[in-house]
């Protein structure tokens, strides 16, 4: 099927926020796609806020950016807005480094306050890095996200159901998209 890159904008090394992509990786790897990893935080500091584009790291994540069919970008809210650090990141890609991409956005926030940062803030930078189609992504609040101590994840019965949905109509917006640059290609 189709590659994904599951991309966690979060700085927290508990982070809820990749705690959750790497669940709903799992989702997708159920519908038989092939799912990236990258948590931003985990790129050399000085080359992201050195804005050093030469820098192995930023190539490698620039690539990852460029072999995938679709990004999945989950980030936290913070001040009514994604993450600083997944802007750095995103600051670093080429302009139109989502060109022809389906792009599934996630963010989880402690407030109902802020579930419009998707919409407000993060929609309008990933269009205007050329995402072919933005599926309506979904903000969860953290509390309806639980860590166990061994690294478990549970979602609350209604935000799983959501998050199933809207993981679901990307994977089969994706699918239907991978298939028809396929037989055109």
């Known amino acids: 099927m189709a590659k994904i890159l599951s991309v966690s904008g979060s700085p927290s090394a508990t982070s809820r926020t990749a705690r959750l992509l790497r669940h709903l990786d799992d989702r997708l790897r159920q519908h038989g796609h092939d799912v990236t990893p ?19 790291a930023v190539v490698e994540a620039t690539a990852l950016f460029g072999d995938a069919d679709g990004v999945v970008i989950g980030t936290p809210v913070y001040k009514a807005a994604y993450s600083g650090l997944l802007k750095t990141l995103l600051d670093l890609l080429p302009q139109y480094a989502l060109t022809g991409k389906t792009v599934l956005p ?11 940062a998707i919409d407000y803030a993060l929609r309008p930078v990933l269009s205007s890095m050329g995402a072919a189609h933005i599926v309506p992504g ?26 199933a949905h809207v993981t679901d109509t990307f994977s089969r917006v994706l699918g239907g998209r991978t298939a028809v640059l396929a037989a055109t290609g």
């Open 38 to 56: 990258l948590d931003v935080r985990t790129l050399p500091a000085d080359a992201l806020f050195g804005a050093d584009f030469g820098h192995p």
């Open 106 to 116: 996630l963010a989880p926030g402690g407030s109902t306050a802020h579930v419009l």
């Open 138 to 163: 979904w903000f969860t609040l953290d509390k309806d996200i639980t860590t166990g101590d061994d690294g478990t994840l549970a979602v609350a019965p209604g935000t799983a159901e959501a998050l």
